[in-house]
């Protein structure tokens, strides 16, 4: 709540004045608390200020209104006052979207999954609990996620026996009706381990971004990346975010954004494969998230942006 964040200011503004001056290297993790970067760099001028820009941190100042309005200025004065800081973006659309805001030396660190084991054994994909073939769509129910679109406009064009199970919350009330389809079951919140299980038995983990605004835009798409982790086959729209969440045809696939048919030609073929298609390419896909996407990179990457010289064993002890 309100109180929270401004009690959670005062503590840290608190913990800056009276220790700033330890550290050579002042982490802030959000685009929304900059204040506390140009704070810190007051009680100690010598320390680098990083920053950590996610995408709603950043994209909200886009939007139409006042209070978008009056957070659009407040990250420009951001970017006045910071002018030398360091920002770490998600990704490629994220440190597009900071350029427009004045903030333009941004290293791009995309963020990591980890594989919660080697491939399954294609015989097992599926379990007595569940259809034989669904499909699955995670995360919170906007309209730019694309699961609407997605069902009124893909689902019908699927054989039949395909379903689709979409697990999450409900944030836009204009996705709601589209849940009522026949061949949806919404699954509501679903706990990780659950998730997991879901991503290996389904057909596809779908990520169907569509462009409905000129303001908003994914800016990683981390179920994309954990998908792939958990052995899911995972065909996302090559879109925002999602191009840095997923390496086409390695960990996943790239569908034309707002396309049907391509959609529906990719989970078609994905149905197609036999069992030892779909086994290597799952296993390859997790190697390539353990490679790619792992914490170890994502260490080494942040300390490149610190511009801190740490020896190999102090990187993974750090990861």
Known sequence: NGFAIFWFGVCATGLLFAQAKRFQVIHIGDMAMWPLGWFAKLCNPRARIVISAHGTDVVYANRPGLRPA??????????????AAKVIANSGATRKALARHGFFHAAIVPLAARPS???????????????????LFSGRLTRQKGCGWFIQSVLPQLPE???LYVAGVVTDASERDALNDPRVRFLGPV???????????????????IKCSQTDFE????????GAADGGVVIAADLFGLKTAVID????????????????????????????????????????VRDHYSWERVTRQTLD???LRVCEDSKRRAA
Do not use: M
Not at 70 to 83: C, D, F, P
Not at 119 to 127: F, R, V
């Open 70 to 83: 009056l957070y659009r200025t407040y990250l420009r004065l951001g970017a006045v006052r910071l002018s």
């Open 117 to 135: 084991g080697s491939a399954p054994n294609a015989k097992q994909n599926h379990n007595q609990h569940v259809p034989e073939k669904f499909l």
């Open 161 to 163: 026996e395909v379903s």
């Open 191 to 209: 706990d990780p381990v659950e998730l997991a299980s879901l991503r290996r038995n389904a057909l596809a983990v779908i990520a169907p971004n």
């Open 219 to 226: 800016g990683f798409g981390l179920s994309a990346t954990e």
């Open 249 to 288: 045809q390695v960990t996943g696939f790239l569908v034309s954004p707002g396309n049907p048919a391509a959609w529906r030609e990719k989970i078609c073929d994905v149905n197609s494969w036999s069992e030892k298609e779909r086994h290597c390419f799952v296993a390859n896909a997790i190697n390539a």
């Open 305 to 307: 942006v610190y511009g």
